[in-house]
Nanobody
Framework: QVQLVESGGDLVQPGGSLRLSCAAS????????MGWYRQAPGKQRELVTT????????NYSNSVKGRFTVSRDNAKNTVYLQMNSLKPEDTAVYYC?????????????????WGQGTQVTVSS
């Protein structure tokens, strides 16, 4: 059973920083693209950033470019999101997403997984 578990969400003042983590566990063979999405109350889930398996290709939404930094540690099956200069409009539940190749039933399979989400609130 493969799982993604996020952590690091918190209440922070505008201008502050937070670091989110997302760790994958289970019978993992490899992890391809990983990403962070967020969903604010009453809004659709939106893409924040994606990072390729090697970390060589990274994309950011325009709303976070220059403030957020994504990274990954493949040895730990973990992706991070460093969020700086936080704004009230960054308030949302942040979700981790990953394309994972895993071993099950005698063969390798690939599926897309979501974490349970972690709440980030930016408020004074």
């Amino acid at each position: 059973q493969v799982q993604l578990v996020e952590s690091g969400g918190d209440l922070v003042q505008p201008g502050g920083s937070l670091r989110l983590s997302c760790a994958a566990s289970g019978s993992i063979f490899s992890i391809k693209d990983m990403g962070w999405y967020r969903q604010a109350p009453g809004k659709q889930r939106e893409l924040v950033t994606t990072i390729s398996g090697s970390g060589g290709h990274i994309n950011y939404s325009n709303s976070v470019k220059g403030r957020f930094t994504v990274s990954r540690d493949n040895a730990k099956n973990t992706v991070y999101l460093q969020m700086n200069s936080l704004k009230p409009e960054d308030t949302a539940v942040y979700y981790c997403n990953a394309d994972i190749v895993y071993y099950s039933g005698g063969s390798y399979k690939s599926s897309n997984y979501w974490g349970q989400g972690t709440q980030v609130t930016v408020s004074s």
